[in-house]
């Protein structure tokens, strides 16, 4: 049986495997995502998140980033997650789950607007009411995806699709992190210009 030193090496080594790979398949792709999306918030319109479980922590981090600051001081970003606790219990309360993003960008989205969808998992019932929901609005929808979660047939033609290559949930969830803090320095990037 392989001791826990090896074990924590070989997950050193699954994480490394799933970065490589998205560096290998993702760069044009995500550079084309923040692009648009600094675009977006310099038409004075927002960007929508969301995700279930882990994902929709990732969508809180990505959100209070744009909000506040990420690598430098700057004015804040018109960005809001929709995983608030009061507002989910609210909606859920009523029953009806797979309403839980969908009513929030209703209420909330407009054209122009940018709906971000985080997923690491097979569950995608709330996925899919909120991107329908945002194609109502007239929205642009981004999602990042495991490979056990492809959304290119909800998805249009404008839409874009980040498909992290991996299947284990915890590989996925870093790497989500990752992309949304790239999408964070090419925002401010793109928006402020570099410090460095």
């Known amino acids: ?3 826990l030193y090896e074990y924590v090496t070989e997950l050193f080594h699954s994480h490394i495997d799933t970065s490589m790979r998205s560096m290998e398949e993702l760069p044009m792709v995500l550079a084309e995502c923040g692009e648009l999306m600094a675009q977006c918030l310099l038409s004075d319109k927002k960007i929508l998140c969301c995700g279930e479980g882990q ?7 990505f959100a209070s980033h744009l909000l506040n600051r ?7 970003l018109a960005a809001i997650a929709l995983n608030d606790s009061t507002t989910v219990t609210a909606i859920t309360g009523e029953g009806n789950f797979a309403e839980v ?32 929901a945002a194609h109502d609005r007239d929205m642009l ?3 990042i995806n ?17 498909c992290i290559p991996s299947n ?4 996925v969830g870093e790497t989500q992190l990752l992309i949304v803090n790239c999408l964070c320095e090419i925002i401010e990037q793109q928006l402020f210009g570099s410090e460095e």
């Open 141 to 143: 929808v981004i999602t």
């Open 101 to 132: 993003f969908a009513k929030q960008i209703r209420a909330l989205g407009q054209s122009g607007d940018i709906l971000l969808v985080l997923s690491s998992g097979s569950n995608v019932t709330s996925s899919s009411q909120a991107i329908q």
């Open 168 to 171: 284990n949930r915890a590989r």
């Open 70 to 76: 990420f690598n430098h001081e700057r004015p804040g």
């Open 55 to 61: 994902s929709g922590a990732i969508a809180q981090i």
């Open 1 to 3: 049986m392989m001791d």
């Open 146 to 162: 495991s490979n056990e979660h492809d959304s290119t047939a909800l998805l249009l033609p404008e839409d874009i699709e980040l």
